[in-house]
């Protein structure tokens, strides 16, 4: 049986502490690589629902574009349509659909994961009379996809917590119409990002509550990776790499600084309620969910493929060489330096 959290609070100590072990010890200064010139500055970045996870995407996007490069980042309603645009070459670049990454992979299509975009915010909400795993059973469950992210945790959760109850399962994308679906009634349960898990408690604590928090009980799993066409990225590495490059000096800029932080939010995501903007960024800040070295350390990524493995979304088999490549990553930090 699964107990709900009693409260929300941001931050939490045993998150905070979860994810900043997974950041590992400071790395010593080293004199940074020479710079590059990048091969192309012309390729196409996919994008899911736009939120705060991909500020730091959208900020690159915008400054590189400022600079010269001629980015399109084309939005699709559908993680899926994401992976097989760029599997398909149709597009060079995207983020999110870690399980989806790894089947990919494992079915011998070319792509490849350089770097993390965002640490696991998840958590799963539901109305306030469900209080356990099994009182889901026969719920309007809203997922965003069946091959998401989230619906990986949210089917593994209740796999382990309360086996053979059957949800309905409700195809819902974004986080943030989830969120909004849960106010009106329309769901029962949802998995939710940090930012609308924050307005929720805020807004209607009394209404609803945290089931589990999988940014606290899996922290390591790599859901929301960046990933590349790895044809186009061998053609292409110092592209890869300079954008790698740029998307961390914004994390870091946001790691340091709140307002500059802030008015990125502002700027890129337009739509984005001022009120809700000042808490998601102290909760991102402080837990650190923007790694500065980029993440997909080699214990994460072994990590990855054992959660997704045992969850039946990949044969056994797949070796980490196999869908990671720390190549453009590290090349960028030794331009720039790890933190």
């Known amino acids: 049986m699964s107990r709900r959290s009693s409260s929300w609070s941001v931050p939490r100590a045993g998150a905070v502490a979860l994810l900043v072990a997974a950041l590992g010890s400071?790395?010593?200064?080293?004199?940074?690589?020479?710079?590059?010139?990048?091969?192309?500055?012309?390729?196409?970045?996919?994008?899911?629902?736009p939120g705060l996870s991909t500020?730091?995407?959208?900020?690159?996007?915008?400054?590189?574009?400022?600079?010269?490069?001629?980015i399109e980042t084309p939005e699709l309603s559908a993680g899926e349509l994401q992976l097989q645009g760029v599997a398909s070459g149709q597009f060079q670049m995207s983020s999110g659909q870690g399980p989806g990454v790894l089947l990919a992979v494992q079915q011998g299509l070319p792509v490849k994961i350089p770097m993390s975009r965002i640490k696991n915010e998840w958590t799963l909400y539901s109305k306030s009379e469900i209080t356990e795993c099994a009182q889901?059973?026969?719920?309007?469950?809203?997922?965003?996809?069946?091959?998401?992210?989230?619906?990986?945790?949210?089917?593994?959760?209740?796999?382990?917590?309360c086996p053979g109850i059957t949800p309905n399962y409700i195809i819902l994308p974004g986080s943030e119409n989830r969120y909004a679906a849960l106010l009106a009634g329309e769901i029962d349960a949802s998995p939710i990002e940090l930012p609308d898990a924050i307005a929720l408690e805020a807004e209607a604590g009394d209404r609803f509550g945290r089931?589990?928090?999988?940014?606290?009980?899996l922290p390591d799993l790599l859901l929301t990776p960046i990933y590349v066409n790895s044809d186009w990225a061998a053609a292409n590495p110092n592209t890869v790499s300079v954008f790698?490059?740029?998307?961390?000096?914004?994390?870091?800029?946001?790691?340091?600084?709140?307002?500059?932080?802030?008015?990125r939010v502002l700027e890129v995501l337009p739509a984005t309620d001022p009120?809700?903007?000042?808490?998601?960024?102290?909760?991102?800040r402080e837990l650190e969910m923007y790694d500065p070295n980029g993440g997909?350390?080699?214990?994460?990524?072994?990590?990855?493929?054992?959660f997704v493995t045992n969850a039946g979304g990949i044969e056994p088999?797949?070796?980490?060489?196999?869908?990671f490549d720390r190549t453009y990553l590290d090349a960028a930090l030794d331009r720039i330096g790890r933190q």
């Open 275 to 284: 009120a809700r903007v000042d808490a998601s960024v102290a909760a991102y």
């Open 55 to 70: 500020v730091g995407i959208l900020a690159t996007v915008a400054d590189l574009n400022q600079q010269g490069w001629q």
């Open 211 to 217: 089931l589990t928090s999988f940014a606290e009980t």
């Open 244 to 263: 790698l490059e740029e998307l961390l000096q914004q994390h870091r800029k946001f790691n340091a600084d709140a307002e500059y932080f802030k008015a």
């Open 317 to 323: 088999g797949l070796a980490p060489e196999q869908a």
């Open 26 to 49: 400071p790395v010593a200064a080293q004199s940074p690589a020479a710079p590059v010139t990048p091969e192309t500055t012309s390729f196409q970045l996919a994008i899911g629902g």
């Open 296 to 306: 997909i350390a080699p214990e994460q990524q072994q990590f990855t493929i054992d």
């Open 136 to 161: 889901l059973d026969g719920s309007r469950l809203a997922i965003h996809s069946e091959g998401s992210p989230a619906t990986f945790m949210v089917r593994d959760w209740i796999a382990q917590n």
